[in-house]
C-alpha cells in the first residue's frame, strides 16, 4: 500500500517578519548563555532585541514555545545540512543522521546550566525526538520497502528508530563521551538494521 508523505508548501515570509523573529532568537540565545532558561524573561528578550512586548507574542507564546520553536528548527537545519532527505537508503547515510543527533545534543548539554537541565530537559526530548521522527518517516517511506519488515507500519518503524536513536544519542551526551560518535552510530545502525537485507 502507498504511503502518500505530506509535501509542506513553502509560504511568502515578509522579510520584515523573518528579521525581527531573528533578533528575538539572537536575543534569546545570548541571553541563556548569559542568565539561564530559567532566570530569563520576556522582558529581557525584548529589552536586547529592541522590540516591545507585544511584538514578543505575536511571535511566540512564551519563553518555552520560542525554546520549543528554535530546538525544532535548529535540529531540522542540522539534519538538511549533513543528510538532505534522498529516496536512497545506505549504512553510511542512516550513520550520519546518528552522528548528526549526537553533535547536535552534545554542544546543548555541555552549555546547559544546571539549573536548567530540569525544565529544559523534557522540552528537549520532545522537540527533538519529534522532529527526528518526522524525518525519518518521510525518509523510510522514500526508502526501498526492505526497510521496514512486512507488517509493520512505517509511523511505528519511525518511531522505534527516532527513540532508539535520540534515547542513545541523549545519553551519550550527558554522559562522559569517551566512546566515538562513530563507534555508537554503527552500533545503533546495526541494531536498526538487523532484520533489513544484508545488501541493504
Request: charged share 20%.
Amino acid at each position: 500500500m502507498a504511503v502518500a508523505v505530506k509535501t509542506e508548501i513553502k509560504k511568502h515570509v515578509d522579510p520584515r517578519v523573518q528579521r525581527t523573529r531573528k533578533l528575538l532568537e539572537q536575543a534569546f540565545i545570548e541571553i541563556m548563555n548569559e542568565k539561564g532558561f530559567q532566570d530569563m524573561t520576556i522582558q529581557d528578550i525584548t529589552d536586547r532585541a529592541t522590540v516591545n512586548r507585544a511584538t514578543f507574542y505575536a511571535h511566540f507564546e512564551d519563553k518555552y514555545d520560542m525554546l520549543d520553536s528554535l530546538v525544532r528548527r535548529q535540529v531540522n537545519e542540522a539534519l538538511a545540512d549533513k543528510v538532505p532527505l534522498a529516496p536512497v537508503y545506505t549504512v553510511e547515510r542512516l550513520q550520519q543522521v546518528i552522528i548528526t543527533v549526537m553533535e547536535f545534543l552534545l554542544p546543548i548539554q555541555q552549555h546547559c546550566k544546571p539549573t536548567d537541565r530540569q525544565q529544559m530537559t523534557a522540552l528537549f526530548v520532545s522537540a527533538v525526538q519529534e522532529e527526528l521522527g518526522k524525518y525519518l518517516l518521510e525518509w523510510l517511506v522514500m526508502s526501498p520497502p526492505a526497510l521496514v519488515p512486512q507488517g509493520v507500519n512505517p509511523q511505528t518503524a519511525a518511531n522505534v528508530w527516532s527513540w532508539a536513536i535520540f534515547g542513545t544519542a541523549f545519553q551519550w551526551a550527558q554522559g562522559s563521551q569517551k566512546r566515538s560518535t562513530v563507534e555508537i552510530a554503527r552500533e545503533i545502525t546495526l541494531v536498526l538494521t538487523a532484520s533489513c537485507p544484508s545488501e541493504s
